[in-house]
């Protein structure tokens, strides 16, 4: 995993949010799609009502054992991609993590829960990690951890407060897709049938975005994201297929020379990121190995062909596209095609 990964809770939770308004429709054609309302409570009026149906539900993971009995309607979250799943799900989390620490809420995030008429979410300070005691005082019926890396040490103290929703194996933390976990959470909550809802929703809008530009089929693409120890080839051979290349993009030949533990790219061989399109981004801003400025003014640089055919663009990590790129879940997947088609468009273009 890299290192881009390895921060979302630190580093890259912090940027600067806002969305383009282009994501509104869909955004709330997901959350009808998920269906039902809340209190603002934590109690998901749908899950309430389909109560006398759920049947008792056992999951093995990584450290043991979660038995939920009956229909749960009070749900704790420990990560970002966790508080996703459960609104996505049309649930309001009792008390979730406070990872925008002051930033504003990314517009998908916020419509999910205006949808839902949750007002402001409850949190907990987790600047030194999952606050134990304050989920404990909520009294969570379950608490998710799909999404987390730190459950090898926070299992221990959540699971006797409740059923923890977790992975299968320990590794599951890098590997799994955001519509595994989905899924997975779904069954615990008896809300199976909203998480194939969520997912169809999320595949149409990026089957109709690829069918609205043919162009995109079969350009060579590379994605490459400024660390603060190194430019990192991040559309290497073995990366898992993600957005790019639902929309038609594949991946260049240079793709095979680079893998999840060898992807940093020297300044003297920046012409492995040539490609019919090239896609640059700046989470780390000026912290990054290299400015974009000083990037981007190198003479190697400007030589590539995808630089000097302006095929060349940089997403934007300030309103949390990169992010979104690099952590698809559940709320923010659809929501990344919708942001991301224009840009391609224009980069295939040379505009």
Not at 20 to 25: G, H, L, Q, V, W
Not at 113 to 142: F, H, M, N, S
Not at 268 to 281: G, K, W, Y
Request: aromatic residues 6%; neutral net charge; hydrophobic residues 40%.
């Amino acid at each position: 995993m890299s290192t881009y990964a390895r921060t979302r809770s630190t580093t890259a939770r912090r940027l600067g949010r806002t969305a383009a308004a282009t994501a509104a429709a869909l955004s709330l054609t997901l959350l009808a799609a998920c269906g039902g309302g809340s209190d603002g409570q934590g109690t998901d009026k749908a899950a309430s009502a389909a109560g006398s149906s759920f049947k008792a539900v056992t999951q093995k993971n990584a450290w043991g054992t979660a038995e939920v009995k009956k229909k749960p309607l009070k749900v704790a979250t420990v990560s970002d991609g966790d508080t996703s799943i459960a609104l996505a799900l049309g649930i309001v989390p009792v008390i979730t993590p406070d990872v925008e620490d002051g930033s504003p809420v990314p517009q998908f995030k916020q419509r999910a829960v205006d949808a839902l008429r949750a007002g402001k979410l409850k949190t907990y300070d987790d600047t030194d990690g999952t606050a134990y005691e304050a989920i404990a005082a909520e009294g969570p019926d379950v608490i998710l951890g799909m999404n987390t890396w730190e459950m090898d040490k926070d299992y221990a103290k959540l699971s006797p407060i409740a059923p923890v929703i977790t992975y299968t194996d320990k590794g599951q933390a890098n590997t799994l897709t955001w519509q595994e976990r989905l899924r997975r959470a779904a069954q615990a909550l008896g809300l199976e049938a909203k998480a194939e809802e969520v997912i169809a929703a999320n595949d149409k809008a990026v089957a109709d975005a690829a069918a609205a530009h043919p162009e995109f089929k079969g350009k060579q693409y590379t994605y490459a994201v400024v660390h603060p120890e190194q430019i990192s080839f991040m559309s290497y051979a073995a990366q898992d297929p993600g957005v790019f290349e639902k929309l038609g993009f594949v991946k260049t030949d240079r793709a095979k020379n680079y893998a999840p533990d060898k992807n940093g790219v020297s300044m003297e061989n920046l012409d492995q990121l040539d490609a019919d399109v090239l896609l640059l981004t700046y989470p780390f801003g000026d912290r990054g190995v290299i400015s974009p400025a000083e990037l981007e003014g190198n003479k190697l640089f400007q030589s590539l062909n995808a630089v000097k055919g302006k095929h060349f663009a940089v997403v934007p990590s300030a309103n949390n596209l990169a992010s979104a790129i690099a952590y698809p879940d559940a709320l923010n997947a659809a929501w990344a095609t919708e942001q991301l088609t224009p840009l391609l468009a224009k980069a295939v273009a040379g505009q």
